[in-house]
């Protein structure tokens, strides 16, 4: 196997390619990146710098593969790169957050041997949707993450993704190294260690599947057995970051609805596991293998159990079609999972992994994901003997206190699609009669 060569100091790069089990060396290549896009485009800008970092590593090896790539932020026709200071940094993330905001990734592959040297340029595009940060946010958010290594001050894959409204794209751009667009380009450029990362999944017990709910037959890198590992894992590191309630009447009341609802559910193979978490957030969010966790301040919205029913119906949907596994593999989070189910990682590896997996499954699934939950959860409700309609009442309710106040950083109301949207896949559900508003926003497809 050829070496491998990142020119770059960037620790989350570092880490993106450890956790796909890569063994490289760093060889940083030391140029001034220029940071003014006048008479080029944005994508041309960062493929310029990453070719300049790619070819000054390149002279100091003879032979090898050299991996290089430069992020920026653009808004509004600026560039924003990594800051200088933090008061720059501060400055920075509070003008960004304001505003939708596009990260460009330009890469750069040398494979060089054998007297030749062959160079391909690529970059990936994605676009940020961030809640508006006041000075209190960003000076606690500044306490426990360093934002000066970090393109527009934040990172997205730890304590930074709690105000990420959405993302369309990438994900790994955000972070600053596209996974996909490197697969793709190693492909291209016939580096046979393009096959490492396929190994990866195979080796990982890919499996094809028919989906219940879905009625289609669905590829999953990991057999139920490994799915409930992960959520293991996972349920573990949240158990040290979160408190769970101290009302075991509380605990009590959210288990037995939970209990009801899986007994009439599409899958019972796996044991369900419910808790509530101490945290004021209107939230509720289900991990792979079957762990449901709502957040007390939605709990204290909620006017009755038909209305609690109808959110934990809905994280129960998501579970029985495994869209946390399907969103992770994905966003190629099967290097995530992969550690996730190890012999023996290390606790660092697994506490990162399990903390990472968890930030995106807060983040919320896809449009047409959260509609298909909807669906499923309004079909448990009705037969778990809950009134269906606390769906539609709960999510006007929803809809009502949002208008009236910010989104939260983990706010359960922004991860999910337009509100008429989803009643409207209630009410179909439930067979009633579709009104003018609930076509605003209507999702084009069908769902099974």
């Known amino acids: 196997m050829k070496n491998i060569y990142l020119a770059s100091h960037s620790k989350a790069r570092q880490k993106l390619l450890k956790s796909l089990g890569l063994k490289f060396k760093v060889l940083p290549a030391r140029i001034k990146e220029r940071r003014s896009a006048k008479g080029i ?45 933090l008061k720059s940094a501060r400055r920075m993330l509070k003008t960004i957050s304001a505003k939708p905001q596009t990260v460009y990734t330009g890469i750069a592959v040398i494979k060089k041997g054998e007297g030749r040297e062959k160079i391909l340029l690529d970059y990936e595009k994605t676009d940020v949707y961030m ?45 600053g190294l596209p996974l996909r667009k490197l697969y793709t380009m190693f492909k291209k450029l016939d580096i046979r260690l393009y096959l490492f990362f396929l190994a990866l999944v195979f080796l990982a017990g890919c499996s094809t599947e028919y989906n219940i ?22 349920a573990r590191e949240v158990a040290k970051q979160y408190k769970y309630t101290d009302d075991p009447l509380l605990q009590k009341r959210v288990e037995d609805i939970g209990k009801k609802i899986v007994a009439v559910s599409d899958r019972k193979e796996i044991d369900y596991h419910f808790f509530v978490l101490d945290e004021d957030e209107v939230n509720a969010v289900s991990l792979p293998g079957g762990y449901v966790y709502i957040f007390k301040g939605l709990v204290d919205k909620v006017a009755n159990d038909d209305e609690l029913a109808g959110v934990i119906a809905h994280e129960v949907g998501h579970i029985v079609a495994r869209h946390s596994i399907k969103k992770l593999q994905a ?118």
Request: net charge neutral; glycine share 6%; aromatic share 10%.
């Open 41 to 85: 485009s944005y994508a041309d800008l960062v493929k310029l710098n990453a070719r300049q970092k790619a070819e000054t590593a390149s002279r100091k090896v003879k032979s090898g593969i050299i991996i290089a790539a430069d992020t920026i932020l653009v808004q509004d026709g600026k560039i924003y790169g990594k800051p200088k200071d």
């Open 131 to 175: 809640d508006k940060l006041s000075d209190k946010d960003i000076d606690a958010y500044f306490k426990k993450v360093s934002p000066l290594d970090k393109a527009g001050s934040f990172d997205i894959q730890a304590k930074g993704a709690l105000f990420i409204r959405g993302v369309r794209g990438c994900f790994y751009n955000v972070v």
């Open 213 to 234: 709910v879905t009625g289609e037959q669905e590829v999953y890198y990991y057999s139920t057995d490994k799915e409930v590992q992960m959520g293991q894992a996972v």
């Open 331 to 448: 966003l190629q989070g099967y290097s995530i999972l992969r550690i996730l189910v190890a012999a023996a990682p290390s606790s660092g590896e697994v506490g990162n992994a399990a903390d990472v997996a968890f930030t995106e499954l807060l983040l919320g699934y896809s449009r047409e994901d959260e509609l298909l939950a909807d669906q499923l959860g309004a079909r448990y409700i009705k037969s778990a003997g809950y009134d269906p309609h606390a769906m539609i009442s709960f999510l006007q309710k929803l809809q009502e206190v949002n208008r009236r106040r910010p989104l939260q950083p983990k706010s359960y109301y922004k991860t999910h699609p337009y509100t008429p949207d989803r009643i409207r896949v209630v009410k179909e559900e439930l067979g009633e009669r579709i009104d003018f508003d609930d076509y605003i926003n209507i999702e084009q497809n069908k769902h099974k």
